[in-house]
């Protein structure tokens, strides 16, 4: 079965107090900018399988946001992988050890993780990935480097 992958950036996040970038939560306009979002990917009947995020907080709140505003039942799960210092190829493995890699997959990440996750997937350079941003990419067979296309593109505005 094909794969269908949704990456996502977190949004607009608060400074990081006392220097812990991990427990940075959304700001005000983040929460409103993934609303939009998701209210898009509503109206488009948007029902991922599985959903993902990194274990920050501003992550788990950006997949929280968007999976109710989208009507997504599914649960957010955490995968370390998703974490900003990881790599691509650390990603794939994560996925497969979850079984993820078939059917309609959505990850909240970080850039540039996430922008390195998309070209890498496309066999390209890494396209810019503003917060709050959503990319699809679609693969037809294995995982891997170069195995997907590109797809839609959702950006808060």
């Known amino acids: 079965m094909p ?19 991990e427990v940075r939560r959304l700001s005000p306009r983040g929460c409103e900018d993934l609303e939009r979002v998701a209210q898009r990917l509503r109206e488009m009947g948007w029902r991922p399988d599985r959903a993902f995020a990194s274990p920050l907080v501003r992550a788990r709140e950006t997949g929280q946001i968007v999976l109710r505003g989208a ?53 390209g350079e890494p396209p810019a990935f503003p917060t709050g941003c959503l990319q699809r990419i679609e693969v037809a067979g294995s995982l891997g480097p170069a195995s997907g296309v590109a797809g839609f593109r959702l950006v808060p505005g």
């Open 71 to 123: 009507a997504a039942d599914v649960p957010l799960e955490v995968l370390d992988a998703l974490e900003p210092d990881s790599d691509p190829g650390e990603i794939v493995t994560a996925l497969a050890e979850v079984d993820a890699t078939s059917g309609h997959v959505f990850l909240v990440g970080h850039q540039p993780l996430m922008g390195l996750l998309a070209g890498w997937l496309v066999g």
């Open 3 to 21: 794969l269908r992958l949704d990456l996502m950036r977190h949004g607009h996040a608060l400074p990081a107090m006392d220097g812990r970038d």
